[in-house]
């Protein structure tokens, strides 16, 4: 199993460990973090649009299409009535003009991104608390 680590380091804010990188993740100053890095939120839809443009570029290169400029750009909404992201809306700004036949291929493509199956077939996810242990 793959592992990283979110470790606290005080206030709002948390150093996420992934494979030796490091990302901070806080809040907005306007709910009591001191906005030194993206909230977790934020973090869980950059992982969408990143993986979204992870698998177009590879798309665009395989087809021998220009990748420079690619973006990805993202909206999303949080439901007002639970803790929970509502609504992702994701848009491809491919850097050329692409043929109709491209255009759909590379949208099969990029609608099942392993982040996107992920959330489709939600997986199995378990939380245990553990104390420290008392052996000195």
């Known amino acids: 199993m ?4 979110a470790r606290h380091q005080g206030g709002d804010q948390f150093e996420i460990d ?10 907005p100053t306007g709910v009591g973090g001191k906005d030194l890095g993206p909230t977790p939120t934020e973090l869980f839809i950059a992982g969408i649009a990143s993986r979204v443009g992870f698998y ?6 395989r087809h ?3 990748v420079e400029g690619l973006e990805v750009r993202c909206e999303f909404k949080m439901d007002p009535e639970a803790a929970r992201v509502s ?5 491809v700004m491919v850097p050329a003009f692409l043929e109709e036949k491209h255009r759909r ?3 099969a493509v990029v609608d099942h991104c392993t ?5 489709r077939q939600g997986p199995d996810v378990g939380i245990a608390v553990e104390l420290p242990s008392l052996a000195a």
Do not use: C, W
């Not at 982040?115 to 959330?119: A, K, L, T, Y």
């Open 105 to 107: 291929a590379l949208l």
């Open 64 to 66: 021998s299409l220009p």
């Open 115 to 119: 982040v996107h199956n992920s959330i």
């Open 87 to 91: 609504s992702v809306r994701l848009r």
């Open 2 to 5: 793959n592992e990283m680590t």
């Open 56 to 61: 177009a570029e590879r798309f665009l290169r």
């Open 18 to 27: 992934v494979r030796g990188h490091r990302v901070i993740v806080d809040q």
